[in-house]
Nanobody, 124 residues
């Protein structure tokens, strides 16, 4: 049974918006910091955003700061990624991830859980 399930990917024109969602179990949502990574064709997977955790602030990659917003829904155990002003270079498979380590999260190594990914394509 999948522990993290992403949804919301699709095709959008440059300048448009999309919202991705990641559904988790109550156990994962309450115990793990969650966020998003992406992997563009021919490139390595990279950190995108980390949700707030226990009073801390969300964290973003410089490339998406000011355009993307990550949020947690404590009622539905989901983490969302609101993406505005999308650019062709945002085209990638977006992965939800969960890990116990906040300091190590941005590195994306040895993560406890990964989703299967959802494709976002931004046309110019």
């Amino acid at each position: 049974q999948a522990q993290l399930v992403e949804s919301g990917g699709g095709l959008v024109q440059a300048g448009g918006s999309l919202t991705l969602s990641c559904a988790a179990s109550a156990r994962i949502f309450s115990r793990y910091v969650m966020g998003w990574f992406r992997q563009a064709p021919g490139k390595e997977r990279e950190f995108v955003a980390m949700g707030s955790w226990r009073g801390g602030s969300p964290s973003y990659a410089d490339s998406v700061k000011g355009r993307f917003t990550v949020s947690r829904d404590n009622t539905n155990y989901t983490v969302s990624l609101q993406m505005n002003n999308l650019k062709p270079e945002d085209t990638a498979v977006y992965y939800c991830a969960a890990d116990l380590s906040v300091p190590m999260f941005r590195l994306g190594r040895g993560m406890d859980y990964w989703g299967k990914g959802t494709l976002v394509t931004v046309s110019s």
